[in-house]
Antibody
Framework: QLQLQESGPGLVKPSETLSLTCTVS??????????WGWIRQAPGKGLEWIGT???????YYNPSLRSRVTISVDTSKNQFSLKLSSVTAADTAMYHC??????????????WGKGTTVTVSS | DIQMTQSPSSVSASVGDRVSITCRAS??????LAWYQQKPGKAPKLLIY???RLQSGVPSRFSGSGSGTDFTLTISSLQPEDFATYYC?????????FGQGTRLEIK
């Protein structure tokens, strides 16, 4: 059974870079039919898609975050990662990684990690 | 970006009730819509994809319909475990976007 697990610091200082890793177990990240993504949820708010990556490295980012976001993949470790630079308190959120099912250009998230809370504070 | 608007924002219902939640896209997305259920402190769970296809393991009391810009999630007979927040998501094009959520509460 496929499982995703987020890891990384729970506290990041303002202006610094948030770095998270998602480890995929029970399946290969190098699948031709899936992408991999990051979604976040600020306290008491809705879901916000951050970005998505294919195992070969192609990426898609939310335009509202594009200037600060980098998503990368390490197929040898079956992991993908998120970096968000110049963080502010507005980036405080639960961050989820997810498997993105892709069928002829249609995308939905069918397996989710439990999420990790990141707080931006000095 | 494609904007997704859900209604209502919240709804109160009783066990056994039939409940419908609607989602409207700001432009046509064919049938490329998914529905998720989220309980407090938990990750979202995929219920429906491609507007009407039930994800494996999801009870048949959940159903989805619609195409183009207007979609509906229906729960035919509410069970205690169904009280949660529901989100729609368009998967037609990047950036992927979600509705603001509908909170389903016990009456």
């Amino acid at each position: 059974q496929l499982q995703l697990q987020e890891s990384g610091p729970g506290l990041v200082k303002p202006s610094e870079t948030l770095s998270l890793t998602c480890t995929v177990s029970g399946g290969s990240i190098s699948s031709s039919t899936y992408y991999w993504g990051w979604i976040r949820q600020a306290p008491g708010k809705g879901l916000e898609w951050i970005g998505t990556i294919y195992y070969l490295g192609s990426t898609y980012y939310n335009p509202s975050l594009r200037s600060r976001v980098t998503i990368s993949v390490d197929t040898s470790k079956n992991q993908f990662s998120l970096k968000l630079s110049s963080v502010t308190a507005a980036d405080t959120a639960m961050y989820h990684c997810a498997r993105v099912a892709a069928t002829t250009g249609y995308y939905h998230m069918d397996v989710w990690g439990k999420g990790t809370t990141v707080t931006v504070s000095s | 970006d494609i904007q997704m608007t859900q209604s209502p924002s919240s709804v109160s219902a009783s066990v056994g009730d039939r409940v419908s939640i609607t989602c409207r896209a700001s432009q046509g997305i064919s049938s490329w819509l998914a529905w998720y259920q989220q309980k407090p402190g938990k990750a979202p769970k995929l219920l429906i994809y491609a507007a009407s296809r039930l994800q494996s393991g999801v009870p048949s009391r959940f159903s989805g319909s619609g195409s183009g810009t207007d979609f509906t999630l229906t729960i035919s007979s509410l069970q205690p475990e169904d009280f949660a927040t529901y989100y729609c998501q368009q998967g037609n094009r990047f950036p992927l976007t979600f509705g603001q959520g509908t909170r389903l509460e016990i009456k």
